[in-house]
Structures are given as C-alpha cells and as structure tokens.
C-alpha cells in the first residue's frame, strides 16, 4: 500500500504559478509512475502530466510548455511546476502512483484560476 499526500493548491490569478507536492509513503517500489491529474467540474479525470522513475516526463498537449514535472526519487516525492495558469487549468488536481501490480491516489488538491 502506497499513500500520497498532496500540498500546493490554492487560488491565482490568470498568468500565474503555482507548485503542487506531493509524497509518497509506504511500499514503494524503485520502478513506478508518478503524476498528476486533474478533473474539472462536469468532466472527466485526465492526464496532465507524469514521469517515470528514470526521469522520463509526458505531458498532455493542453499543458506542455507551461507545466514543468520533476521528481526526487530520494525524498518519494514529485512536483508540478505551473506556470501561464488559465481559468481553464481549475480544478482538482490528483496525484497517482502506479506500478505494474498497483495504483494509488491522493486525496486532491484544489487549484482555482480566476481573475
């Protein structure tokens, strides 16, 4: 069992940054994906963007060059750096963790991009 514990949400303005954490704890094992989803009001959970245990980021279209994921495989933990936030970024952004054998979640965190 792996238990995710999210921090960093909270409300911005259109333009600007926030950075979410989020760490792992329990039976983690060395080769896994972690990342962040997100699920708006009314709409489904999607990718936004993960990154595996070597290093290797993927990012959904709508994010990429203004989401930045990184990793710290000595702490268990990844962040998401978001930069140009739009009103259309809000919502309950979701870390996950992943192996072959198991998923796990986080609670959510919510990010509020509003003028």
């Known amino acids: 069992q792996v238990q995710l514990v999210e921090s960093g949400g909270g409300f911005v303005q259109p333009g600007g940054s926030l950075r979410l954490s989020c760490a792992a704890s329990g039976s983690i094992f060395s080769s896994n994906i972690m990342g962040w989803y997100r699920q708006a009001p009314g709409k489904e959970r999607e990718l936004a963007a993960s990154?595996?245990?070597?290093?290797?980021?993927n990012y959904a279209d709508s994010v990429k060059g203004r989401f930045t994921i990184s990793r710290d495989n000595a702490k268990n933990t990844v962040y998401l750096q978001m930069n140009s936030l739009k009103p259309e970024d809000t919502a309950v952004y979701y870390c996950?963790?992943?192996?072959?054998?198991?998923?796990?979640w986080g609670q959510g965190t919510q990010v509020t991009v509003s003028s």
């Open positions: 990154i595996t245990s070597s290093g290797n980021a």
């Open positions: 996950n963790y992943r192996t072959k054998l198991t998923t796990s």
